[in-house]
């Protein structure tokens, strides 16, 4: 059996990962993987979570398995951080939510729940997305399109095109908007452009799913979360998938959630009925390291207030990062204009260089991105900042 089998290609975020380990050049910089990084090239644990763990470990009295929805308080407290305590979906109890093996088990849930509502459902994604989301959709058996979005030449967004398109989504398909901080590009939703995709939605009844895997990291919790509240409002069907890994720094714990909202209560329980069968069907109960961490975080005033504070610093790097690249660049004589990179959101930009020249930056001053020009804006530093703008300029 396994003698028919045909490699499969290596992921080149991954591979990138193994080159840049085996790269002995004093000056070497890691644009590529995405995941924060402190002033000192390191992905710190929050004081917050520490604190956590320890009231975890003191605390806990069994291992048993939690159940397949996973903590209910981690659920109730999720649910509130992403569509605000008093949000009238939440009154009108039309939210179930369940806890997943992080963003990406959240969406691999939401893909075999789509599935099971509209077996020949096309799920649109924006051109580009995040890589993994192809891959994981289809693996769910689901067709998946794209629709317009970046536009690599004025390096904005393709607004006017992509409502076009939008507007001729079947009400039987499903769209993946990304709350904030759009992966790979960077350029995210004005609160007004919001406004305009949510009446779309429910002018062409698609339903929207929503990936919220950087909540805070943009302009802050609650700013981060507009569009997810302004679609929950007044939509009959949706689905949001949260992740837990960024701005909690639980990245290796695997926790995230994901969150039905249905026209009603009763339609929310038949629609949480599914969602558990599917649980079943994928890893039959959640981890619970992770969700007790968030938890007691977000059940503790005093905790959450210093997990606000952390994720302040945190974000106020990858802005401030995105800043000084840019005048950076400017300072290196460089004439292109790369101002695009401080107006967008969260941990990744475009850089605009083309293949040959992400190419020269590897081989010749072992700056590392994937060939698209991706590049992670947490691993830009003070220390590696004036050498990453001189090699660009020297390639450019």
Not at 11 to 38: A, M
Request: overall charge negative; proline content about 4%; some cysteine.
């Amino acid at each position: 059996m396994f003698n028919k089998l045909t490699a499969m290609p290596a992921d080149p975020i991954l591979g990138l990962l193994t080159q840049y380990r085996e790269d002995t050049h004093p000056q070497k910089v890691d644009l590529g993987v995405g995941v924060y990084k402190d002033p000192t090239g390191v992905t710190p644990i929050l004081n917050c979570v520490k604190k956590a763990e320890k009231f975890r470990l003191d605390t806990e009295t069994t291992k048993v398995y939690i159940g397949p929805t996973g903590s209910p308080q981690f659920n109730t407290l999720m649910t509130e951080l992403a569509f605000g305590a008093g949000h009238s979906a939440i009154l009108a109890d039309r939210i179930r939510t369940v806890s997943t093996p992080g963003g990406t088990g959240a969406l691999r849930v939401a893909g075999d729940f789509i599935k099971r509502c509209n077996p020949n459902a096309v799920l649109w994604v924006s051109d580009p997305t995040w890589a993994n989301h192809t891959g994981l959709f289809e693996a769910a058996g689901i067709t998946v399109k794209t629709y317009p979005y970046y536009d690599y030449d004025s390096k904005s967004l393709k607004f006017d095109e992509m409502l076009a398109a939008l507007s001729q989504v079947s009400p039987d398909d499903v769209v993946l908007f990304h709350a904030c901080c759009h992966n790979p590009s960077g350029m995210d939703f004005t609160t007004a452009q919001w406004d305009k995709v949510v009446a779309l939605t429910k002018e062409q009844g698609f339903t929207p799913l929503i990936d919220m895997a950087y909540q805070g990291f943009g302009d802050g919790v609650d700013i981060d979360a507009y569009g997810v509240r302004q679609m929950a409002a007044v939509v009959d069907n949706m689905i949001l998938c949260s992740s837990c890994s960024k701005n909690f720094g639980l990245y290796r714990e695997r926790i995230g959630s994901c969150s039905v909202i249905a026209k009603d209560a009763n339609t929310a329980n038949v629609a949480q009925s599914v969602l558990l069968y599917v649980v079943r069907c994928l890893y039959s109960m959640p981890p619970a390291h992770g969700a007790a961490i968030v938890e007691t975080i977000l059940g503790s005033a005093e905790l959450k207030q210093e997990w606000l504070d952390e994720l302040k610093v945190m974000r106020d790097r990858i802005n401030g990062n995105r800043a000084i690249l840019v005048d950076k660049l400017k300072a290196n004589g460089v004439d292109r204009d790369f101002s695009f990179i401080a107006r967008q959101k969260g941990m990744f930009s475009f850089l605009g260089v083309n293949p040959e020249q992400v190419a020269r930056l590897q081989k010749e001053f072992s700056i590392y991105m994937v060939g698209s020009s991706r590049i992670s804006i947490a691993g830009i530093s003070e220390d590696n900042v004036d050498y990453l703008a001189q090699s660009i300029a020297k390639v450019l």
